[in-house]
């Protein structure tokens, strides 16, 4: 395990993400309630920042061909091919930290 401070819960606005980098690995951090989730900057389908896209709060909506995905568990919403890949997270006194053991990232056709 690699555990790393992400930074406090309260550092990122409800329903909103922060790109960030961790141990030099860019990932995009994001929040919901008291929930805060690590996943790769790049969607599934293209190269495209999810960072650019759309969050409501439960739902990530990547804007380039609107793949959505539940951000609960990552699972593929709607017209979405595959699941959000996830970072393991855990929380401390208020404080998010990620496992970057291994940098997740997605395979591309081209
Ligand atoms: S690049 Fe994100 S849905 Fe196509």
């Not at 609107?66 to 609960?72: D, P, V």
Request: net charge negative; glycine share 6%; charged share 25%.
């Amino acid at each position: 395990m690699n555990w790393r401070k992400v930074c406090a819960v309260s550092d990122i606005d409800d329903k909103s993400m922060k790109s960030m980098t961790i141990d030099g690995i860019d990932v995009l951090v994001i929040r919901s309630g008291d929930a805060v989730n690590v996943i790769p900057p790049a969607c599934p389908h293209m190269l495209t920042a999810l960072a650019e896209g759309i969050f409501d709060g439960c739902v990530l909506t990547c804007t380039k061909h609107l793949w959505q995905w539940n951000i609960e568990d990552g699972a593929p919403m709607g017209q979405a091919e595959a699941p959000l890949l996830k970072y393991e997270t855990r929380q401390e006194a208020g404080e998010v930290y990620v496992n970057v053991e291994k940098e997740l990232s997605y395979e591309y056709d081209c």
